[in-house]
């Protein structure tokens, strides 16, 4: 295959040695950081760890030199011959849309593979030829487990957003997959953090491998995001009629609301509909088509609301937003600067709002400490509040009803019958009262209470270490518990013996802070403690570094979750399914005696 070079310049692609043809597919020729300090080490045939964050250009970092390199084999390339492991399916739809602009040109294929879709299609364009797999960890170790993605052919595995791949879960699915490639493929992971488990499988498993730590870049002043943030604190029972005094108060044009469960995903979206916004849920308890379905629908503003949790919404890329709301706190400051970064791009203004319980106010304090930013402290607007806002958007849409009359026969009859009988002024009155009237009835709750900053401080042991820097006592490994690097259960703490063991485990100090949570399966069904935290991770959004200890007998499994968060994990495991079956989860009650 013949290749054209770029024309070299001293500072762009040209420079890097990269095919022009591929150069050309990406529009621009002024590379991130990331990639003039990656791409020449991946063209040398160098492993590589690259510490960077999202948004710093580093799928090109690597799909750029990748695709190069493929693009230089002589004749038909057979099999695949890289493999992209992201930690969700819409990072993998995302990232294969890239290498396949960037590949076309050069004739590199690219195929994403993720769970919730079926089987049939991916398994024939694999059989078909596809040069590059961009995949979900799960999905990726079941098709290989089946036979159905070969992989004696691969040349390059790629382990994108690596940290959030672990927190999900996947450290044992990436370790097995790594395991099967061949041992003379070309390595590189990129990750925002470098915590010791990421740094155990970058000794295992890549070889001399080239380090490059790149910071976010900077964003010039006219571009910097203009993002308006206000915390509202209320007590836990207020917080759902607060939200829809305050989306009511603020009338966002396009928003995106996060909560930690699918439960409270439906719960948020069924309460706004009554309030005569058009929301729509976003969570894991979706299929593929109706995931598809709701964003296609809220790009196009036939919805106004997004409910989102935080799991679902990771990867997905929405311009234009005017609010983002945070229902709970978020649990990690990188997660919250994430989700404010998605409101004022561009110079635009946006508006960040978030619902905080009174012992929440410390990780607050924590994101504004390592943010640099101050988080104003807003009041709930009052019922008489929100009817003077309503009166005023009445008296909009009446002048622009007036403005734009346009009157069919049948109002008209109407209004004939109607004048019959009353005076035309308390029929504009009428129609005046029935504009203005409210969807809900929370009225009826009065005042929502605002509680005043620091008038409850949180209790000592959860304060500032909400967000993973937790003591390691928290992650015990006793003969068998899931410990914070992420490594592998070596058997249950106590034999199977009934009552005897349930004493002994449920008589175990709780770590301060935390909470324990019943699974009603253990060792006897499959689970392991990984199985565990792949599922917290996904159906309730809590990483694997926020959880404690974690007790697996062969009937039952016992988690240590953080105390705050404990009821929306139990909420949000109700009819989930883990190793295939549907497990009872409730919160701990230790046996008597």
């Known amino acids: 295959m013949s290749m054209q070079v770029a024309e070299e310049s001293s500072s762009g692609f040209g420079a890097l040695g990269l095919d022009a043809r591929i150069v050309d597919a990406l529009g621009y020729d002024d590379p991130s950081p990331i990639q003039r300090e990656s791409i020449p080490h991946v063209l040398a045939g160098k492993d590589l760890v690259g510490l960077a964050a999202t948004g710093t250009g580093k799928t090109a970092a690597f799909a750029l030199p990748m695709i190069h390199l493929l693009s230089q084999e002589t004749g038909r390339r057979r099999g695949v011959s890289a493999i992209v492991l992201v930690p969700t399916r ?87 997959i790594l395991s099967e490639t061949p041992s003379t493929r070309q390595t590189m992971l990129f990750s925002a953090t470098m915590p010791p488990r990421i740094e155990s499988i970058a000794s295992q498993h890549l070889t001399e491998p080239v380090r490059v730590r790149v910071a976010r870049p900077e964003v010039s002043p006219t571009e910097a995001p203009k993002v308006r943030q206000t915390a509202f604190i209320v007590q836990r029972h207020h917080k759902l009629p607060a939200l829809g005094r305050i989306l009511d108060g603020e009338q966002p044009t396009s928003a995106i609301i996060f909560c930690r469960t699918r439960t409270e995903a439906d719960e948020l979206t069924d309460m706004l509909a009554q309030r005569g916004y058009r929301p729509l849920a976003l969570h894991g308890g979706l299929s593929q088509e109706n995931r598809d379905q709701v964003m296609k629908k809220f790009r196009s503003g036939t919805a106004d609301l997004l409910i989102a949790t935080d799991i679902a919404a990771r990867g997905l890329d929405i311009q234009q937003l005017s609010h983002v709301i945070n229902y709970d706190v978020p649990t990690q400051v990188e997660a919250y600067v994430h989700r404010i970064g998605r409101v004022g791009r561009a110079g635009r203004e946006g508006v960040a709002i978030t619902l905080a319980t009174p012992r929440e106010q410390s990780a607050l304090s ?205 909420e949000a495991m109700q009819g989930s399914r883990i190793r295939g079956r549907k497990v009872n989860v409730r919160a701990d009650r230790p046996p008597r005696g």
């Open 90 to 176: 819409e990072l993998a739809m995302q990232v294969c849309k890239s290498v396949q602009t960037y590949g076309k040109p050069v004739g590199v294929t690219a195929l994403a593979v993720y769970g919730g879709t079926a089987y049939g299609e991916q398994i024939q364009t694999i059989r078909r030829g596809v040069d590059v797999i961009v995949a979900t960890p799960g999905r990726a170790l079941d098709l290989i487990r089946k036979g159905k993605m070969p992989l004696e052919t691969i040349r390059f595995v790629v382990l994108d957003e690596a940290d959030e791949m672990l927190d999900m879960g996947f450290a044992e699915d990436i370790e097995a």
């Open 366 to 570: 924590l994101i504004e400490r390592v943010t640099k930013t101050k988080i104003e402290f807003g009041r709930v607007p009052t019922a008489a509040d929100l009817r003077i806002k309503r009166a005023g958007r009445t008296e909009k849409r009446l002048r622009d009803a007036l403005v734009n009359l346009n009157v069919s026969d049948e109002i008209r009859g109407m209004m004939g019958v109607l004048e019959a009988e009353f005076d035309p002024k308390q029929l504009l009155l009428a129609a005046a009262v029935l504009l203005t009237q409210s969807n809900s009835d929370d009225e009826s709750l009065g005042d929502i209470p605002t509680v005043m900053p620091g008038s409850r401080r949180e209790p000592r042991d959860m304060r500032g270490d909400r967000f993973g820097d937790r003591n390691n006592d928290r992650f015990r490994d006793n003969r068998g518990g899931y410990d914070r690097s992420g490594g592998r259960d070596s058997g249950p703490r106590f034999p199977a013996g009934g009552d005897r063991d349930r004493r002994a485990i449920g008589s175990r100090p709780t770590a301060e802070g935390m909470r324990k949570v019943f699974f009603g399966a253990g060792f006897d069904a499959g689970i392991s403690a990984r199985d565990l935290v792949g599922a917290i991770a996904n159906e309730a959004g809590i990483p694997g570094k926020d959880l404690g200890a974690i007790d697996i007998t062969d009937r039952f499994s016992l988690v240590e979750v953080p105390e705050d968060v404990a009821e929306y994990v139990i």
